[in-house]
């Protein structure tokens, strides 16, 4: 039997096209022309044997080929990415006191924080998982080397903005709560303990839209606040990273709520010139949450 080898480019433009919804952001991001990220699709599907790809209405969808290939896909590059850097940073020591906003704990802790450790083994990482204004007094305190955080009132000397991302009303998933039905109530919100960037925005939001609410849950852990919206207690405002399955967005006009606007990600940094393996870090925790 002939033994295949996969295009790791092609599996590349293949699984960011899906992660993205759109194989012509797949180019932009990846640095190149829509034609030639369609070529490699077409090379992975010849190589693979099978279509990997149907069409739906103006987009594509993948078969159920396409699916096994996909996860497939992900676990190779992971794998690939993981040689790449720990061949290419062989022997590199340190620690990085790395803080990361409550949003990013599950995902980023056991994707990009595990690969880096099981590819820079003589680096100790020392993160904490904490609100906005914690992580920032401590990188001010500098008990910190590197914040993933949103967008605050108070910044640092050394910031820089990864990205705007859309702010959201989330609710449970399921059914239309009757709160969102029988508008004649006040909105029951699920938030943050004051101070808080998302709570203050869905505040102002509902004040200017003349739409009465009331505060019916308030927590400073986020687990508590998703634990909340998906019993019911209300809505909260959030990004779409790290929601749960039990959650859902909630379209505003759909369901007669204000729209709202996108919140910056920053990267805050100790020190105005990173070392090399503050530098590698950050530069992981830069594309985890590209656009």
């Avoid at 998982?129 to 955080?149: P, S, T």
């Avoid at 405002?237 to 709520?257: D, I, K, M, W, Y």
Wanted: hydrophobic residues 50%.
């Amino acid at each position: 039997m002939r033994r295949i080898n996969f295009d790791i480019d092609a599996l590349r433009s293949f699984a960011v096209g899906m992660e993205l919804g759109s194989f012509a952001k797949a180019a932009d991001r990846l640095g190149r022309s829509t034609s030639a990220v369609s070529a490699q699709l077409k090379k992975l599907e010849d190589q693979a044997g099978v279509v990997l790809l149907r069409k739906a209405g103006r987009g594509m969808a993948l078969t159920n080929a396409g699916e096994l290939m996909l996860g497939y896909a992900r676990r190779m590059l992971e794998l690939n990415d993981e040689a790449a850097m720990a061949v290419g940073a062989t022997g590199l020591q340190g620690s990085v006191r790395l803080g990361l906003q409550e949003d990013f704990g599950e995902h980023l802790l056991p994707e990009v924080l595990g690969r880096f450790a099981r590819s820079h083994p003589g680096v100790h990482i020392e993160a904490k998982v904490a609100r906005n204004a914690d992580l920032v007094a401590d990188m001010i305190a500098g008990r910190l080397d590197l914040v993933l955080a949103w967008q605050g009132a108070r910044d640092t000397p050394h910031v820089e903005e990864l990205g705007r991302y859309q702010m959201e009303w989330i609710g449970p998933a399921g059914p239309v709560p009757a709160f969102l039905q029988d508008r004649d109530l006040p909105l029951p919100l699920v938030a943050f303990d004051a101070p808080c960037v998302m709570r203050t925005v869905a505040i102002e939001a509902l004040d200017r839209a003349g739409i009465p609410w009331r505060i019916a849950f308030t927590s400073h852990s986020l687990g508590a606040v998703w634990a909340a919206v998906a019993a019911g207690l209300g809505v909260t405002v959030r990004t779409r990273f790290g929601l749960r399955s039990n959650l859902r967005t909630l379209p505003a006009e759909a369901h007669g709520l204000p729209t709202l606007p996108k919140v910056g990600l920053v990267l805050h940094r100790l020190e105005p010139e990173l070392n090399e393996t503050c530098a590698l870090l950050a530069a992981d925790l830069r594309e985890s949450v590209a656009l």
